[in-house]
């Protein structure tokens, strides 16, 4: 039995997945599979490296730092998010508060990472082979918001957030061999997204990335079906949707530490529903 966790990520509301899976860490659950897109590749990160406890810091003190996030950073840098300071600075070997990449690669489960290469606009699945001490490129290109962040160049190629193309890669991990999937969420179960929003930064985007800009304009869509997939499988007792009854005020990008703890404690306590699925 492959057991598999998905993480949809989701900017900031992302530290609702972080209380998901210091539950997890605290309660020894493991995941033969773990796949997580922009935020959520970062969560499924300090998971499997053991870390409980590490991306909370990340939500509710670093990124009300300017160097993290902040209008100055997009004036002088064109990007509102310093990826290379949150994976880098923060995250590396000497930084403030390292990412045991050791530890990721001692562990025997599969982790994949989402990002949409931005000229094609097609999704990349990068995986532990991708993946070196102090070259967390992976989770920078995962995370790059079109529009208010710049794309993150890998390899001759440059990658913005995996939600472009892939908002909840379940295909992926039942194609990938899983036989049982854990769906994280950060918005309700039952909320139905709109297009509206991203069609608005699509007409932005076009301008240099026409691809990237239509698979964004096509990522409610792809989200609503992936939910329905997983509700789908749910009901035949091959996934469990973990998700929060209300996002407590949180957006894509909202700083706010009362929030935030609010949405953390949301993922933690409803983290137990996982137990009984994995057993």
Not at 2 to 17: E, F, P, S
Not at 151 to 177: E, Q
Not at 246 to 266: E, P, V
Request: aromatic share 10%; proline share 4%; net charge positive.
């Amino acid at each position: 039995m492959k057991v598999g966790v998905i993480d949809v990520g989701g900017g900031l509301r992302g530290i609702y997945g972080a209380g998901v899976f210091d539950w997890c860490i605290e309660n020894t659950i493991v995941f033969d599979y773990c796949i997580g897109v922009s935020a959520g590749s970062a969560n499924v990160a300090s998971y499997l490296a053991g870390q409980k406890g590490r991306n909370f810091e990340f939500y509710i003190d670093y990124s009300f730092r300017k160097e993290y996030m902040s209008l100055r950073n997009l004036i002088k840098k064109g990007s509102y998010i310093d990826m290379d300071y949150v994976y880098g600075v923060l995250s590396n070997s000497n930084g403030e508060n390292p990412l045991d990449e050791k530890a990721i690669m001692k562990n025997p489960s599969e982790m994949i990472v989402v990002a949409t290469e931005a000229e094609s606009g097609n999704a990349k699945y990068f995986d532990k082979r991708d993946l070196k001490l102090d070259d967390y490129y992976i989770f920078k290109a995962s995370s790059s918001i079109p529009v208010v962040c710049h794309p993150y160049p890998v390899n001759n190629s440059f990658y913005f957030d995996g939600a472009l193309s892939d908002p909840v890669p379940i295909k992926k991990a039942f194609s990938d061999g899983c036989d049982k999937v854990v769906v994280v969420l950060t918005k309700p179960r039952e909320l139905i997204r709109t297009s509206k929003k991203d069609e608005r930064l699509a007409k932005i985007l076009a301008k240099k990335y026409p691809k990237a800009a239509a698979n964004l304009c096509l990522r409610a869509k792809r989200y609503n079906e992936g939910v329905k997939i997983a509700k789908e499988l749910e009901a035949k007792g091959k996934a469990v949707i973990i998700a929060p009854d209300d996002i407590t005020g949180m957006s894509t990008l909202t700083k706010n530490r009362g929030a935030m703890k609010r949405l953390y404690d949301k993922g933690y306590n409803d983290a137990k529903q996982i137990l009984s699925f994995v057993n």
